[in-house]
C-alpha cells in the first residue's frame, strides 16, 4: 500500500529534525530541546514507520540504534586506497622532514595543519546524494570490511540529512575511538559481568566495532573525528589548505577535533607536540601522537608519495604508555591505615616518558584476576601522572612461578593482618604501633596539603622512627637540631632548616589539622566542611555521630569513622600532646543558612568548555555549595558539559535541573556580589 504523502512528508521531516538534534547533542553538545522532546519525536517516527513499513529506510534515524545481525562483513574495496603515515619519533626526525618539505617546495617557511593523532581505527564514510550509504573499515588499504551497520551507531557520524547539501559522492575519512570514560563504564561493566577486560580503548572500539550484532556496537558508544576525504564527485571540497577542507568537513557537520591548528615552521611543530603532549592524559580520548600535515594541497601535490605514506604529512609520536617488562618480585607494602599492598618490582623499563621499577599490584584479588607472578612477562601502563600498574601478563611457554599470596602477617611489625569481610585489602592492625604505620601517619601529617612542614621527607621519617626519636607527630615539635644533626646526610643547615619548617607549622588551620590526623575517610574536602561546621576542635571532638551527620555529605559511615578515631585513647592522647603545640584561628561555626549555596548540592559531569572540574568544584565550595560524586534526590543542580554521561541520564530521568557552565556561572554571580557586599560590611 502506497504511503500517503502527507505521512510521508511528516516521516521525512522527522527524520531531518532527529538527526538535526542529534548533530546539536552529540556534535556540538549544545542540544536545543529537552530529551524528553527528542524521545517524543523519536517514539512518533517510530510508530509511523511501523504503521508504514513500505517508508521504511536502513539509513532512519530509527535505525541508528541497531538494524539486523549480519552473518559476516562484505568487502569493502576503497576507490582511493587508504594509506599510513610515517612516524617521526625524535626532534631530529621532524627536522628532516621540515627540511625536506622546504627543499621540495622552495618555500623558506611552511604552514603546517596540525592535529592529535587519535588512537582509534580509520575508516571511510561514503555519502551518495547527501545519505550515509557505506561504512567501511581500512583493511589493508585497498579493500577494507563493510560495516555500514555498526558506524550507523555512532551518533555523531551524520547520517546525511539534515544540513548543507553534500556533493553527489563523498568520501570522509576519519578515526572511530572510545573516549577514556565510555572505557572504564565498559569495562566496570564487563567485570560485575565476570566478563573478560578490554586492554584498551583501542581494542575496546575494534571489538566494538567488529560486532556481528549491531546492537551490541551501539550498546558500547564509539566516537568518530573525521581528518581528511577521499572520493568526492558531483560537487567541490575546498582545494586551496587542507585547513580549509576540516572547516569545510566542519560545516557539513562532520565532528573535527577541536585541537587543531596551523602552525608554522619547526617552532610551530614542536611548540604543539609538546603543548598537547602536557594535556594528553586529560584529553577525554587516548592518542599517540600528532599528526603534521603540510597545509597547502598544492605543496602537498608537489611532494606527493613514497609507496603507502604521502610525504607531506608525518606522525610525530609520544612515548607509548604500556611496555612489556617482567616481574623482578613482588613485594608487600603497608601503608597509612594498615593497608597491605603488593607491589610489582619491575625489570626498568621506559614507559610514558620515564624510567619505571615498581607497579602498583592494589589488592590480593586483583592479582589473582590478572593471576601475576614472580617472573612473568608483563605490560606495564603509565599514562600522565597515574601510578604505574600491571595491565596484564603475556602468556609464555616456559613454567612460572608460584600464586602469589599476601601473608597473613604484618611484614614491617609481624601483627595479625586480617582481611574483613566484604573489604578488597588486608590490614595490619596494630595501628600507630606498626612503624610502617607510624611513618605515613607522620609523612601524611607533615604533608603540603595538611601540615605543610617543608623538609620532612620519607628518609628522614625513616630514621626519625627507626631510631625512635619520633612516635607520634607531637613529637615533632620537640626535636631540636642538635637531635636532628646526628642523622645520616644532615648538615647543621638542613638541620636547624627541618626545625624551622616544624615551627612555621605550628600556625595553621582547623581544616588543615583535621585533615592532617588522617581520620580514615575524612578527605581534604570534608576535613573544610568539619572545620567550617565546629569552628573549633572541641566541639567536633566531642561530637556524637548523629551531630556529625548534620555536616552536609556526612554519611553514618564518615560519622562513625570520625567518632571511632575520637574515642581511642591513644588518639586523645596524640591530640592533647598536639593542642599544646599547634593553633590555629577560631572561627564562627557555620551552619546550614550561613553561604549563599549552604545545603545547595551540585554535582558535576562532563567536560565544561572553559572551567576545569576542579575550578568549578571550588567556586561552588567558595560559596558554601557542595559537591557530590553522585546524582541521588538530594542533588539540586547537575552541571553537564560535553560527553556527559549516565549522571546526565539520571538527573533528567529525577527531574533534577540541569546547568551548563554559563547557566552555572549565571547562578554563582549574584551569590559572589551577595557574598562580596556581605564581606565589606563586615
Ligand atoms: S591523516 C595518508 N590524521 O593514523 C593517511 N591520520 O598511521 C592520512 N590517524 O591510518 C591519515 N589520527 O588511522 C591522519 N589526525 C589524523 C589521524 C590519523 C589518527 C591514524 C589513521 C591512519 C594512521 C596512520
Known sequence: MPV????????????????????????????????????????RLQWLESEHPEAASPDSPTQRVGGSAVEAFPPAPHAVPMLSLNNAFTDADVEAFDRRVRETTGAETVEYAVEPKFDGLAISLTYRA????????????????????????????????????????????GEVLMTKREFDRLNAEQRTRN????????????????????????????????YGIGQVEGGAAPSERHSGLMDWLQELRFPVSDERRVVSGMEGLLGYYRAIGERRASLPFEIDGVVYKVDELRKQEMLGYVSRAPRFAIAHKYPPEEELTEVLDIEVQVGRTGALTPVARLKPVFVGGVTVTNATLHNEDEIRRKDIRVGDRVIVRRAGDVIPEVVRVVPSD?????????????????????????????RCVAGLFCPAQRKQALLHFAQRRALDIEGLGERLVDQLVDRDMVRTPADLYRLGAADLAGLDRMGERSAANIVAGIGKSRNTTLARFVYALGIRNVGEATARDLARHFGDLPPLRSATTDELMRVPDVGPIVAQSIADFFAQPHNAEVIDALKDEVRWPIQPPVTASGAPLAGVTFVLTGTLPNLTRDEAKQKIEALGGKVAGSVSAKTRYVVAGSDAGSKLEKAQALGIEILDEAGLLELLEPCVSAEHKAKEKE
Do not use: M, W
Request: net charge negative; proline share 8%.
Open 195 to 226: 566478563d573478560k577486560l578490554f586492554v584498551n580503548p583501542r581494542n575496546a572500539a575494534a571489538g566494538a566495532l567488529r560486532q556481528l550484532d549491531p546492537r551490541i556496537t551501539a550498546s558500547r558508544k564509539l566516537s568518530f573525528y573525521a
Open 130 to 173: 547527501g545519505v550515509l550509504v557505506r561504512g567501511a573499515t581500512r583493511g589493508d588499504g585497498a579493500t577494507g570490511e563493510d560495516v555500514t551497520g555498526n558506524l550507523r551507531t555512532v551518533r555523531s557520524i551524520p547520517l546525511g540529512r539534515d544540513g548543507p547539501r553534500l556533493p553527489d559522492v563523498l568520501e570522509v575519512r
Open 4 to 43: 500517503p504523502p502527507d505521512v510521508l512528508a511528516e516521516i521525512e521531516d522527522l527524520r531531518r529534525n532527529l538527526e538535526h538534534h542529534n548533530y546539536r547533542y552529540y556534535v556540538l553538545s549544545a542540544p536545543e530541546i529537552p530529551d524528553a522532546e527528542f524521545d517524543r519525536l523519536f517514539l
Open 398 to 426: 616456559g613454567t612460572r612461578g608460584e600464586e602469589f599470596h599476601l601473608p597473613h602477617r604484618c611484614p614491617i611489625c609481624g601483627s595479625d593482618a586480617v582481611r574483613e569481610e566484604g573489604e578488597a585489602v588486608r
